[in-house]
């Protein structure tokens, strides 16, 4: 089985420009996570879907970041416009538990804003 | 909000060394979980607890579920270089998200 692919691996951009982060889960898992990961905070859940459907996006940091699930196998993270704070690595994770553990992380997108 | 306080923060031990971290808590979870994360990677999922009192192992990999619901343990036997990485904690309480401790940074020296 394929574990859960992230793409880009590594993202280097200006403040001000659009940044799309995408997702692909493992096959038949129900839910979808994003997470931010930074040494001051840690990881960080920054909304997850169940069955394709947005369920907690209170860790969204504001409105510039948006997350949408448009298929059970593609999510996408969107910051715009992006600033130096937003630099980070961000994860998706996806699991087919009930208790919504996430169980599968991807390898992250390692984002660099200048 | 939860916090979770994992110790300690980071560890250099020798090769065939055990170690020890630990995860603490301001609030009771049903659930402990223990993750590493190889540099470059995303977490894995070592071992999972859903029993207060619980006591689990994964190869050299030993975990327990605190009696009080509020802390859990990590052992790793005979560590060797590979066990180098973050170890991360988290811990859920009913259907909400997963909560994250800061990590244990392991360094192994051969």
């Known amino acids: 089985d394929a574990g859960v692919i992230q793409s880009p691996r590594h993202e280097v951009t200006e403040m001000g420009q659009e940044v799309t982060l995408r997702c692909k889960p493992i096959?038949?898992?129900?839910?979808l996570f994003w997470y931010r990961q930074t040494m001051m905070r840690g990881l960080e859940l920054l909304i997850y879907?169940?069955?394709?459907?947005?369920?907690?996006d209170s860790g969204m940091p504001e409105d510039r970041f948006s997350a949408k699930m448009p298929n059970a196998s593609f999510s996408t993270l969107k910051i715009q416009p992006s600033e130096p704070r937003d630099s980070a690595v961000y994860f998706c994770?996806?699991?087919?538990?009930?208790?919504?553990?996430?169980?599968?992380f991807g390898d992250g997108t390692r984002l660099s804003i200048l | 909000g939860q916090q979770l306080n994992q110790s300690p923060q980071s560890m250099f031990i020798q090769e065939g060394e055990d170690v020890s971290m630990n995860c603490t808590s301001s609030?009771?979870?049903?659930?402990w979980l223990w993750y590493k994360q190889d540099p470059g990677e995303g977490p894995v999922l070592l071992i999972a607890?859903?029993?207060?009192?619980e006591l689990t192992s994964n190869g050299r990999l030993t975990a327990q579920f605190g009696t009080t619901r509020k802390d859990s343990f990590l052992n790793i036997s005979a560590s060797i270089p590979s066990d180098v990485g973050i170890y991360f904690c988290?811990?859920?309480?009913?259907?909400?998200?997963?909560?994250f401790g800061k990590g244990t940074r392991l360094s192994v020296i051969a």
């Open positions: 994770a996806s699991s087919r538990d009930r208790a919504i553990q996430p169980q599968h």
């Open positions: 096959s038949g898992h129900d839910y």
């Open positions: 879907f169940n069955n394709n459907v947005p369920i907690d």
């Open positions: 609030s009771i979870f049903n659930t």
């Open positions: 607890l859903y029993k207060a009192g």
């Open positions: 988290a811990g859920q309480l009913g259907n909400t998200p997963l909560v």
